[in-house]
């Protein structure tokens, strides 16, 4: 099963993303790869922050995905 948010890296650019967005993985043909797969956003975060700690790459991610989850879990 393949997750709603992916984790994307750019090796050469040094750059990371988490995107739900399914048009991010057209990245793919500019040199991205995914890396990371899950349903849960802040795992995929979570995921991607570290990535981006140990190899001292740019962390990207949409703000209104973020909200979307906050949101969520201010009503949960």
Known sequence: M?????????????RILVSGKPEDLA????GWRVV?????????F????????KHDYVLEWY??????VLKDALIN
């Not at 703000?63 to 979307?68: H, N, R």
Request: aromatic letters at 12%; hydrophobic letters at 30%; a negative charge.
């Open 36 to 44: 990371y797969e899950d349903n849960d956003w802040r795992n995929a």
């Open 63 to 68: 703000l209104e995905e973020e909200k979307e």
């Open 27 to 30: 990245l793919i043909e500019e």
């Open 2 to 14: 393949t997750g709603r948010y992916k984790v994307l890296v750019n090796r050469k650019m040094g």
């Open 46 to 53: 979570e995921y991607a922050r570290n990535y981006a700690d």
